[in-house]
């Protein structure tokens, strides 16, 4: 069994009541946010790319426990500002007892705000008690999500706010490559440029036989 619950924009933690994980903890400055800093607590902590709406508070959750686990460059970032680190890249798998982490591309750019390069933006597969789900970060519509698609996944989060990722079209299209059993969309309404309608993506969703969940912020899904 394995508890998904949405954070607000992509931040999404996850647990199977072993490990707990954390995939772009922006809880701080996120007018969606359905947690604090203080109230959450991961073992790993997942960032897909170095924008400050998903890297977010890593370094501060892994000051209080939790390995940031990400690019080279963006856990490298992470260690120099007092984080505990993994650094990946992409193609990647990192077991560990339960389950694993692999990390695929996405379409997108992956800087700091200060400017640092964060090496390439990426998407992740994590599996925790045999259910597989995929976090897309920021990216376009790409066809290599076919590749993802024979994962047999059991939950996509795919972002349809559009303008800097792709929109509810493209994400609709995606799900016919990705295959995934359930769709949670993420990446909308947390700004005036990428409001969506989430319910809608839903039942477009379910019209083309994936059960499509528009989780309110602070919303849960259970796998199991
Ligand atoms: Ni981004
Ligand atoms: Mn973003």
Same mark, same amino acid.
Request: aromatic content about 10%.
């Given at each position: ?11 999404v933690w996850?647990s199977d +009541?072993q490990?707990?994980?954390i995939?772009d903890?922006?809880?701080t400055?996120n007018p969606?946010?359905? =947690?604090s800093?203080?109230?959450v ?7 897909? %790319?170095a %924008? *400050? ?6 370094? $501060? ?5 939790g390995v940031?686990?990400?690019? #080279?460059?963006?856990?490298? /970032?992470a260690?120099? %500002? ?8 992409i @193609? +990647?798998?990192y &077991?560990?007892? *339960? ?7 996405a379409?997108?750019?992956s800087?700091?705000?200060? @400017?640092? /390069? *964060? +090496? ?9 008690a *045999?259910? &597989?789900i /995929? %976090?897309?970060g920021?990216?376009?519509l790409?066809?290599?999500?076919a590749?993802?698609g024979?994962?047999?996944?059991d939950? $996509?989060?795919?972002p349809?706010?559009?303008? #800097? ?6 994400a609709?299209?995606a799900?016919?490559?990705l ?5 949670v969309?993420?990446? /909308?309404n ?6 969506q309608?989430g319910? =809608? #993506?839903? &039942?477009? =969703? &379910?019209e083309?036989?994936v059960? +499509? ?8 899904l259970?796998?199991?």
């Open positions: 069994m394995v508890e998904v619950r949405y954070l607000g924009h992509s931040a996850l +009541g490990t707990r994980i995939i903890p922006f809880l400055g969606m946010a359905a =947690a800093l203080a109230e607590q991961a073992d790993l902590i997942l960032v897909t %790319h %924008h *400050g709406d998903h890297f977010g508070d890593s370094v $501060a959750l892994s000051k209080k426990s940031v686990v990400s690019t #080279f460059e963006i856990a490298t /970032y260690e120099k %500002h007092g984080a505990k680190s993994l650094p990946m890249n @193609g +990647g798998t &077991r560990f007892p *339960g389950g694993f982490i692999k990390w695929f591309p379409w997108h750019s800087s700091f705000p200060d @400017g640092t /390069y *964060g +090496g390439m933006p990426m998407g992740v597969v994590v599996e925790l *045999g259910k &597989r /995929y %976090h897309a920021d990216t376009a790409f066809s290599d999500m590749l993802i024979e994962l047999n996944l939950l $996509a989060l795919l349809i706010g559009d303008h #800097f990722t792709m929109g509810p079209e493209d609709l299209r799900l016919d490559l295959k995934p059993k359930r769709v969309p993420i990446h /909308y947390t700004f005036p440029p990428i409001k309608d319910e =809608a #993506f839903a &039942r477009g =969703a &379910r083309k036989g059960e +499509g969940h528009a989780l309110k912020p602070g919303g849960v259970v796998l199991d």
